[in-house]
């Protein structure tokens, strides 16, 4: 079966730091990319970042450039993201996604391009 859980998450103060893996199961994600994702409170769904399979390739949304950090350790099937500089608009519920191409390509952000989902983490900034 495959499944993705997200871990990690919680409530930091502004400026402060979060490191969320994503451990997948089920089937071998070193042939996946890998995508985060957010929703905030009344928000759509929006992508964070991407990494491609072999892990050479990153991309990153506008808003979290030079702050998040994507990495992924192919041995342990589990990818990482690092949160530096958090602020109060990162709060939302993230999300980790596996897509069958091993690549993220221009619009990494589709959801429609991912085919697995894991459950969320809550991720809360506030002083």
């Known amino acids: 079966q495959l499944q993705l859980v997200e871990s990690g998450g919680g409530l930091v103060q502004p400026g402060g730091s979060l490191r969320l893996s994503c451990a997948a199961s089920?089937?071998?994600?070193?042939?996946?990319?890998i995508g985060w994702f957010r929703q905030a409170p009344g928000k759509e769904r929006e992508g964070v970042s991407c990494i491609s399979s072999s892990g050479s390739v990153t991309n990153y949304a506008d808003s979290v450039k030079g702050r998040f950090t994507i990495s992924r350790d192919n041995a342990k099937n589990t990818v990482s993201l690092q949160m530096n500089s958090l602020k109060p608009e990162d709060t939302a519920v993230y999300y980790c996604a596996a897509r069958r191409t091993s690549y993220c390509g221009t619009y990494f952000s589709a959801e429609y391009q991912y085919d697995y989902w894991g459950q969320g983490t809550q991720v809360t900034v506030s002083s």
């Open positions: 089920g089937f071998t994600a070193d042939y996946y990319a």
